[in-house]
């Protein structure tokens, strides 16, 4: 068995590992199937595996108010059980073989992505088209997807960078489907329905509105006889086609604070931004990289939030974390600043060497050597955007998912063209003071609820503790009786509920609830994860542990 798990660990890392350069998006071949699925394709041969990505073209944004959240909690259903793989069997089968899985709901698309030892190639497909056609939407589902879902939403009322962040953008985009949050808001999602979920996923899990990228080593001849015996059956679907409502001009700065169980002040800055189809693109992601550096354009590295400053870029150091966010997006969208600075400093201090740094690229022409220097950086962070066969497919679907795949193909070109003239010019259209929305979040002068650090001695039975000993041979840890259930009986929840505990003590702040005692069903990579966090940081046996004040 130990020797199974070591073969299985070795194969992981290898499709984690990179080209020897990165891969060549130009190859990719793009057809379209009779039910309008269009299939994407780059062989490559660097590595003996094969990454599959299976993208739709609706998220966030095409949801309409009321029922927010439905995107993401169809991706919940999609990945729990379809007809042939029921009780989660894709997953076992991928980890099984080998392979490594996931996905994520953005605002202009939900995508699944896997990568498999070569010979894989055909068991994706199948997973993708019985994803496609018969996943399982049924009551037992929808009740235990939903409290998932409900639990993950509370979790990122905890981050203050985050809720920051969707206040911000809440409050830039006024009118655009944008400015709802990707994942929804709670009270959407506590009152979605069976048919919410069974009319959404009939009219947008659709071939028609699906793009299939396969990235790796294949032949391509035998991969379209796959993907046709797989999918052609598919049958063509009618599609929702959104309707977004485009964003009202701002006239004028937007500026608000928020109050929380914060110890910093945490900051937001907001510029409009262009689609990633427009020609001032290009120019624009020149602009992050001269203020802090890019990190690329590929959601699946850098993630949906800021990205840190590089060492010598003009805002590097303005303070100690201070970070930008420029995505690709279908229509216009932000740019943002984001960081934090101690209790003590001022506000407008911040905010004058923030618009100081940013006025010197409306006013001034940018030097031709640091312009060059730009310039080299931002291609070699592109050509880093796609070492490997999963990270080629997915930005082969994402890109085409948004209708910039050609602007993709070209971008290497368009940046090598822009000039410091384009650059001043897309600074004085975009990053102007009337239309700069400036969010902070600052510590609250009272906290109804609050953590504190107790000793163990200090909890007896009547402040309603739970102890338990650990499977994992840990230590035992004293928990919240509000943060746990200890009462289930099957032997898999249980262990996922002394995870959790134990996941609590260590964490307390990132794990608090105001409301909610469900934490749902945790999937197996987030056991994997608290696992991992523990494994590093064991408390010590005579401790103070977490217990909740109110």
Same mark, same amino acid.
């Given at each position: 068995?130990?020797?199974?798990?070591?073969?299985?660990?070795?194969?992981?890392?290898?499709?984690?590992?990179?080209?020897?350069?990165?891969?060549?998006?130009?190859?990719?071949?793009?057809?379209?199937?009779?039910?309008?699925?269009?299939?994407?394709?780059?062989?490559?041969?660097?590595?003996?595996?094969?990454?599959?990505?299976?993208?739709?073209?609706?998220?966030?944004?095409?949801?309409?108010?009321?029922?927010?959240?439905?995107?993401?909690?169809?991706?919940?259903?999609?990945?729990?059980?379809?007809?042939?793989?029921?009780?989660?069997?894709?997953?076992?089968?991928?980890?099984?073989?080998?392979?490594?899985?996931?996905?994520?709901?953005?605002?202009?698309?939900?995508?699944?992505?896997?990568?498999?030892?070569?010979?894989?190639?055909?068991?994706?497909?199948?997973?993708?088209?019985?994803?496609?056609?018969?996943?399982?939407?049924?009551?037992?589902?929808?009740?235990?997807?939903?409290?998932?879902?409900?639990?993950?939403?509370?979790?990122?009322?905890?981050?203050?960078?985050?809720?920051?962040?969707?206040?911000?953008?809440?409050?830039?985009?006024?009118?655009?489907?944008?400015?709802?949050?990707?994942?929804?808001?709670?009270?959407?999602?506590?009152?979605?329905?069976?048919?919410?979920?069974?009319?959404?996923?009939?009219?947008?899990?659709?071939?028609?509105?699906?793009?299939?990228? !396969?990235? +790796?080593?294949? $032949?391509?001849?035998?991969?379209? %006889?796959?993907?046709?015996? *797989? /999918? =052609?059956?598919?049958? &063509?679907?009618?599609?929702?086609?959104?309707?977004?409502?485009?964003?009202?001009?701002?006239?004028?700065?937007?500026?608000?604070?928020?109050?929380?169980?914060?110890?910093?002040?945490?900051?937001?800055?907001?510029?409009?931004?262009?689609?990633?189809?427009?020609?001032?693109?290009?120019?624009?992601?020149?602009?992050?990289?001269?203020?802090?550096?890019?990190?690329?354009?590929?959601?699946?590295?850098?993630?949906?939030?800021?990205?840190?400053?590089?060492?010598?870029?003009?805002?590097?150091?303005?303070?100690?974390?201070?970070?930008?966010?420029?995505?690709?997006?279908?229509?216009?969208?932000?740019?943002? !600043?984001? +960081?934090?600075? $101690?209790?003590?400093?001022?506000? %407008?201090?911040?905010?004058? *060497? /923030? =618009?100081?740094?940013? &006025?010197?690229?409306?006013?001034?022409?940018?030097?031709?050597?640091?312009?060059?220097?730009?310039?080299?950086?931002?291609?070699?962070?592109?050509?880093?955007?796609?070492?490997?066969?999963?990270?080629?497919?997915?930005?082969?679907?994402?890109?085409?998912?948004?209708?910039?795949?050609?602007?993709?193909?070209?971008?290497?070109?368009?940046?090598?063209?822009?000039?410091?003239?384009?650059?001043?010019?897309?600074?004085?259209?975009?990053?102007?003071?009337?239309?700069?929305?400036?969010?902070?979040?600052?510590?609250?002068?009272?906290?109804?609820?609050?953590?504190?650090?107790?000793?163990?001695?200090?909890?007896?039975?009547?402040?309603?503790?739970?102890?338990?000993?650990?499977?994992?041979?840990?230590?035992?840890?004293?928990?919240?009786? &509000?943060?746990?259930?200890?009462?289930?009986?099957?032997?898999?929840?249980?262990?996922?509920?002394?995870?959790?505990?134990?996941?609590?003590?260590?964490?307390?702040?990132?794990?608090?609830?105001?409301?909610?005692?469900?934490?749902?069903?945790?999937?197996?990579?987030?056991?994997?994860?608290?696992?991992?966090?523990?494994?590093?940081?064991?408390?010590?046996?005579?401790?103070?542990?977490?217990?909740?004040?109110?």
């Amino acid at each position: 068995m130990k020797a199974i798990t070591a073969l299985l660990t070795s194969a992981a890392m290898a499709m984690a590992s990179p080209a020897v350069a990165k891969l060549d998006l130009d190859r990719a071949s793009v057809s379209h199937l009779p039910n309008g699925l269009t299939v994407i394709m780059l062989d490559d041969h660097s590595f003996p595996v094969v990454s599959v990505q299976m993208l739709y073209k609706s998220g966030s944004a095409a949801e309409v108010t009321g029922k927010t959240g439905l995107a993401h909690f169809l991706e919940h259903l999609a990945f729990r059980a379809s007809e042939n793989f029921p009780y989660a069997a894709a997953t076992e089968l991928i980890y099984d073989a080998g392979g490594e899985w996931h996905g994520y709901t953005a605002m202009d698309q939900t995508t699944y992505f896997a990568t498999m030892p070569k010979d894989g190639l055909e068991r994706l497909l199948k997973i993708e088209a019985d994803r496609m056609a018969r996943t399982t939407i049924d009551p037992a589902a929808i009740a235990i997807e939903k409290g998932a879902v409900v639990t993950e939403l509370h979790s990122y009322e905890n981050d203050p960078a985050g809720v920051l962040q969707d206040a911000v953008v809440r409050t830039a985009l006024q009118s655009h489907p944008y400015g709802s949050p990707m994942a929804g808001y709670v009270s959407d999602v506590e009152r979605l329905t069976i048919d919410d979920a069974r009319t959404y996923y009939a009219s947008h899990y659709a071939p028609g509105n699906a793009v299939l990228a !396969i990235a +790796g080593d294949f $032949d391509p001849a035998s991969a379209s %006889a796959l993907v046709a015996k *797989a /999918l =052609a059956d598919v049958p &063509a679907r009618s599609v929702t086609v959104p309707h977004y409502t485009a964003e009202a001009p701002q006239h004028g700065e937007r500026h608000f604070r928020l109050l929380g169980a914060v110890d910093k002040q945490y900051f937001q800055l907001a510029f409009p931004a262009p689609a990633a189809t427009s020609l001032d693109f290009p120019a624009f992601l020149l602009l992050q990289q001269i203020l802090a550096g890019s990190p690329g354009l590929n959601p699946r590295q850098s993630g949906w939030s800021g990205s840190p400053a590089v060492e010598g870029s003009r805002l590097s150091g303005t303070t100690a974390d201070i970070a930008t966010w420029l995505p690709a997006t279908h229509d216009p969208f932000l740019f943002t !600043i984001s +960081g934090s600075i $101690d209790t003590k400093a001022t506000q %407008a201090e911040l905010e004058r *060497a /923030l =618009a100081g740094k940013i &006025a010197l690229l409306r006013d001034r022409l940018v030097p031709d050597a640091e312009m060059a220097a730009a310039k080299n950086s931002l291609l070699r962070v592109l050509d880093e955007d796609v070492l490997t066969t999963e990270d080629a497919a997915h930005q082969l679907a994402f890109f085409e998912g948004i209708g910039a795949l050609d602007a993709l193909l070209t971008l290497p070109k368009a940046v090598e063209r822009v000039s410091p003239t384009d650059l001043q010019r897309v600074a004085r259209a975009y990053l102007t003071p009337d239309k700069l929305t400036v969010g902070w979040m600052v510590p609250a002068t009272h906290n109804p609820l609050r953590w504190e650090w107790v000793a163990r001695s200090q909890l007896t039975t009547a402040s309603a503790p739970v102890h338990n000993p650990c499977p994992y041979k840990l230590r035992s840890f004293v928990v919240c009786q &509000a943060a746990c259930q200890p009462s289930c009986r099957l032997a898999r929840c249980r262990t996922q509920s002394l995870l959790k505990c134990c996941f609590l003590a260590l964490h307390p702040k990132a794990m608090l609830r105001r409301t909610s005692r469900d934490w749902g069903r945790w999937r197996d990579q987030d056991l994997r994860r608290i696992w991992q966090s523990l494994s590093m940081r064991l408390l010590p046996a005579q401790s103070p542990v977490p217990r909740l004040r109110r």
